[in-house]
């Protein structure tokens, strides 16, 4: 009966979500219906070619599923729908505290006692961000929407236009969801190009870098590496969207380094400017010593936080991976049982 | 053989226009997908599954037709759909447009 799971998944999957479960069960009826009637007459077994007509009969199954659904004129349409509020939601959860807590933080250090002037330019930071994500994630969704070709009902004129050949394979379940890996690409870019490089470059004549320089010689370039890495990875988890053995040894031996990198930077570089800290308080020696020790720890407790993602991610790679290899057996079998 | 697409289009036009009208009124005995599209065939009226289910669920939204799923004498379990009370006035109204068209068209191309 694969093949009709297949067919079945396929229409499924333009169909809103609304009705999807209902609709798929009744073209399955349907579809049990019209090939036990062609047995009996033909006085064949039920086989793959006999449901291979049927399925045909019925037609490419987008054609059927834009029939009970007509396509309107969607912005973001049932295929794209769901991965488009989930990439949304994961994207504004993770990236909007971050932004508010960094940006209390520089508010802050700049000016320890102005603690609602740092809640003000956190708020705009967040309502600025927030706009700039909607804007490129659903950009990015309707770009993927409407290069999709659309069908059109008159072309059902042409019968024999689908074969069951055309049918795509089952949909795996995936473990690493689309919008999961389209989050973490969304994140690290917009973290490296929002965040870390207004830090990285020096701020204009007058203000002195928050970052000490000296890591461009070496430090800072292997981190932008490291996150080019990153991203590559993450770009194989959406396409394979499973934790595979290449997947998560590559996840493994990328965080390793990532870890090996945070702690050695952390503990054998200045990474705050001296410079910029020393603009921070006036010339009372005092205050400069509680400033400088106020952002080591800032940088130690981060460098922490960091290095515990981390080791989290490492571990639930491990974990899934583990996971997918005792699945894959099984799932062969049942698949036999069922033909 | 342009000409061949070209009817075959109107065809498809015309057929759904009328199909609503044949659906409503094979359905005042209940059916499931499967037995209509045989009740409709024996009567002549070829129609493809494909247009047929989706117009049963276009109907029921519409509120001109009931359905629900249920097993009858052991088999699977299937939808069946039943005409409404509002489909039967529907159908009572267009039933009797179709006859003043029918004469009119048979006027008209006689």
């Known amino acids: ?339 | 053989m342009e000409n061949d697409e070209l009817v075959q289009n109107m065809l498809l036009e015309l057929r759904r226009g009328t199909l609503s009208i044949a659906v409503l009124s094979q359905l005042t005995k209940e059916q499931y997908g499967y037995s209509l599209l045989k009740a409709l065939s024996d009567k002549g009226l070829e129609v493809e599954q494909s247009t047929l289910y989706p117009l049963l669920r276009r109907l029921e939204s519409q509120g001109l037709l009931q359905s629900d799923w249920r097993i009858v004498d052991e088999a699977r379990p299937r939808r069946y759909y039943v005409i409404s009370a509002q489909g039967k006035a529907v159908l009572t109204k267009l039933k009797r447009e179709w006859s003043l068209m029918a004469e009119t068209m048979k006027q008209m191309l006689t």
């Not at chain 1, 940006?103 to 600025?128: E, M, N």
């Not at chain 1, 969801?177 to 701020?203: C, D, H, K, R, Y």
């Not at chain 1, 890495?229 to 031996?253: C, R, S, Y």
């Not at chain 1, 922490?304 to 974990?319: A, E, L, P, R």
Request: with cysteine.
């Open chain 1, 1 to 339: 009966m694969s093949l009709i799971d297949r067919y079945i998944a396929e229409v499924g999957r333009h169909l809103p979500e609304k009705n999807r479960e209902d609709i798929e069960a009744e073209i399955r009826s349907m579809l049990e219906d019209m090939i036990d009637e062609n047995s009996h007459q033909t006085g064949k077994p039920v086989n793959d070619e006999l449901i291979a007509a049927a399925l045909e009969q019925l037609g490419d199954p987008k054609l059927l599923a834009h029939k009970y659904a007509p396509a309107r004129r969607y912005l973001i349409g049932p295929d794209w729908y769901e991965a488009y509020i989930e990439t949304l939601k994961r994207v504004l959860a993770t990236a909007l505290p971050v932004v508010a807590i960094l940006t209390i933080f520089i508010a802050l250090a700049q000016d320890p006692i102005d603690f609602v002037d740092a809640l003000g330019q956190a708020f705009g930071r967040v309502v600025d961000v927030a706009i700039g994500i909607l804007f490129w994630v659903t950009a990015g969704f309707v770009i993927v929407e409407h290069s999709d070709a659309k069908p059109n009902e008159l072309e059902r004129a042409k019968t024999g236009a689908w074969t069951v050949a055309q049918l795509p394979e089952m949909p795996k379940k995936r473990q690493i969801s689309v919008a999961e890996a389209l989050t973490n690409i969304v994140f690290i870019t917009g973290f490296t190009v929002w965040v870390v490089l207004p830090f990285v470059q020096s701020q204009g004549n007058e203000s002195v870098p928050f970052l000490n320089p000296d890591l461009w010689q070496i430090w800072l370039p292997v981190f932008f590496v490291l996150v080019v890495l990153t991203l590559i990875h993450e770009v194989f988890k959406l396409i394979v969207g499973n934790w595979t053995q290449a997947l998560m040894i590559t996840n493994v031996i990328l965080c390793l380094i990532s870890i090996t990198y945070i702690v050695a930077l952390v503990t054998t570089q200045e990474i705050i400017n001296p410079a910029f800290l020393a603009t921070l308080s006036d010339d009372v020696v005092a205050e400069l010593r509680d400033s400088a020790r106020w952002a080591r720890w800032t940088v130690n407790i981060s460098a922490v936080i960091t290095i515990g993602i981390y080791v989290w991610d490492m571990v639930n790679s491990m974990i899934m991976a583990k996971r997918l290899n005792r699945q894959e057996p099984k799932n062969a079998i049942t698949a036999e049982k069922m033909l």
